[in-house]
């Protein structure tokens, strides 16, 4: 199999001289986009979300399945169109979607984002780049797929499916566009956006063309699509990744990392979670470590981005999380292993934008004479809703994270979902930000309560208070401030504080009370005396104090390069 090929050019020890200070650029991560307010124009015609008033479609999500979920479904449309608005007002031209950016990559919802970023587009000169992400090309193939679980303009959960045989309940409906899209679909929606060159680019490569950088002329067409694949076996699969300067002196690498596994006759599996599987796929490697180089001998600045971690994303905590909560718990079978760490590492990347896990965290990987940055840019459909921009200087590039709070329409919908008693904090939200700290409540005490903290040891914390867990000489120890917060301190709390912190990394340690913290670093401390008898509790408060020490500032880096 060709793979690629490339052609250098000499010229002495020249090496060329770009400028390109000043340029920004910005990454939205997992924005898992759907369309709430399908049109006619989508081929949508099913009555039962017509809304009595206006006439409009409302295509909704039951509220009980967003709090169930690790994303909202509804309002995170929204908080999407009021950052690109945003962007936009601020002068952003260039703007990377790190994958995830509709909800499971149907076609009415790549046809939505699609047509927003077109207009985006052509109305301010933005430059979109994507990369998919688990929930794009969810399959390799086209899928027949739908919802059980949207809401009807009469307040009824009803299934939303784009093939007949898929429905499950007596009024279930059919709709063609909730079929999920493979690799030739999502790829006709998303072309003009990073998966083909446009002509304003000053270069494009593949892993499976030419990179010959220095006779570039543009010729979309010699990008397509059947010439970007690669074999596993008896399949072959298309491969997204690319490398684009969209700005003079500036290398944007997007990675697709998504990978799949034949499981019948045009059936796969989607096996992309941790970069498990991307051993298999050698060329990536070395492709990379070559468009470094080059990139070096061009005087370029590489960022390159994807859907998924490159590095650990626990401050490098994962192993004694694994011991303590298993290997399967807390989302810790998605870190990649050390081997596909140090593959990356030894590419000689400087910086990587990674999404997935929707948690807002900087992790680096040293070794030798290298240092490679992964910069987690969380969700906007969780908490902590937010974004990265990136400004070039001269010999760095400086990273900032930007919060969503206030998001027009945010609450549109709050008057059309069901229970509302039992969602009642939820549903009082003042502002986006506050939404998405509410949905990670509710799930923590609703969820991950139950699922990532199901083994027995962690029962008699559920149920007594905290205060008993000490022995009399510690406890003394504490002091009264400490000893009067343990004593209203229950096991649902110590929980939330935790997400809040693997989550949002100092986002989310602003959101808890200083002497709530103030009483985990004492607590940890007085572990390292009495470590002779440490509850498992006492071994999770010493995790979370790890997380905060080790965790590194993320509202504004400087990372050299």
């Known amino acids: 199999m060709r793979v690629f090929s490339f052609l250098f050019l000499f010229i002495g020890s020249l090496v060329w001289a770009q400028s390109p200070k000043g340029s920004q650029i910005a990454f939205i991560a997992d924005a898992h986009v759907h369309a709430v307010c399908p049109t006619l124009h989508d081929g949508f015609e099913l009555d039962e979300f017509r809304d009595l008033d206006s006439g409009d479609f409302r295509f909704i999500r039951t509220l009980e399945s967003q709090m169930g979920s690790t994303r909202l479904f509804n309002e995170n449309f929204f908080a999407f169109k009021t950052v690109l608005n945003e962007l936009a007002d601020k002068g952003v031209r260039v703007v990377v979607l790190n994958g995830d950016y509709t909800d499971d990559g149907q076609w009415v919802n790549l046809k939505l984002v699609s047509d927003l970023l077109k207009g985006f587009s052509e109305k301010y000169g933005m430059r979109f780049l994507v990369t998919n992400g688990n929930h794009e090309a969810v399959n390799r193939v086209d899928r027949e797929s739908g919802k059980p679980d949207f809401l009807d303009v009469k307040g009824d959960k009803v299934g939303v499916f784009s093939d007949s045989d898929l429905l499950k309940r007596d009024g279930d409906l059919v709709y063609e566009g909730m079929r999920e899209l493979g690799y030739e679909g999502t790829f006709e929606f998303m072309k003009d956006f990073g998966l083909l060159p446009v002509a304003s680019d000053l270069f494009y490569s593949t892993p499976f063309s030419d990179f010959d950088c220095d006779s570039y002329v543009f010729d979309a067409s010699a990008f397509s699509l059947d010439e970007r694949k690669y074999e596993i076996g008896d399949v072959k699969y298309p491969d997204f990744t690319y490398v684009v300067e969209p700005i003079e002196g500036v290398w944007l690498l997007g990675i697709d990392g998504n990978m799949y596994e034949k499981t019948g006759d045009n059936r796969f599996k989607n096996v992309s979670d941790g970069y498990h599987q991307l051993d298999k796929r050698e060329y990536l490697f070395e492709w990379i470590s070559m468009v470094v180089k080059e990139a070096k001998l061009r005087g370029k600045k590489l960022i390159a981005f994807g859907h998924y971690p490159i590095l650990d994303f626990n401050n490098g905590q994962s192993e004694v999380l694994k011991e303590l909560l298993g290997k399967s718990n807390f989302q810790l079978n998605r870190v990649p292993s050390m081997e596909i760490q140090r593959e990356f590492l030894d590419t000689g990347l400087q910086i990587h934008f990674g999404g997935h896990m929707h948690i807002n965290q900087h992790g680096v990987l040293r070794g030798g004479n290298r240092e490679l940055w992964n910069i987690q840019v969380p969700s906007l459909a969780a908490f902590p809703p937010a974004y990265k921009v990136v400004t070039v200087e001269e010999n760095a590039l400086s990273v900032s994270t930007h919060l969503v709070k206030e998001v027009k329409e945010f609450d549109v919908f709050f ?75 229950d096991f649902k709390s110590v929980l939330f504080d935790l997400y809040l912190i693997r989550n949002g990394n100092d986002l989310g340690m602003a959101e808890i009370d200083k002497e709530r913290l103030a009483l985990y670093k004492e607590w940890n401390r007085l572990n390292g005396m009495f470590s002779n008898e440490l509850s498992d509790l006492d071994r999770l408060v010493t995790a979370i104090q790890f997380l905060i020490d080790a965790s590194i500032p993320t509202v504004d880096v400087r990372i050299g390069m």
């Open 415 to 489: 008057k059309f979902y069901e229970n509302p008693d039992r969602f009642e904090k939820v549903l009082s939200s003042k502002d986006y930000f506050s939404l998405t700290k509410s949905h990670l409540h509710f799930l923590t005490e609703n969820r991950f309560f139950n699922e990532d903290f199901k083994d027995v040891k962690w029962d008699r914390f559920k149920v007594e208070a905290l205060a008993f867990n000490f022995s009399s000489k510690k406890w003394n120890m504490f002091g009264l401030q400490h000893q009067s917060s343990l004593k209203e301190l």
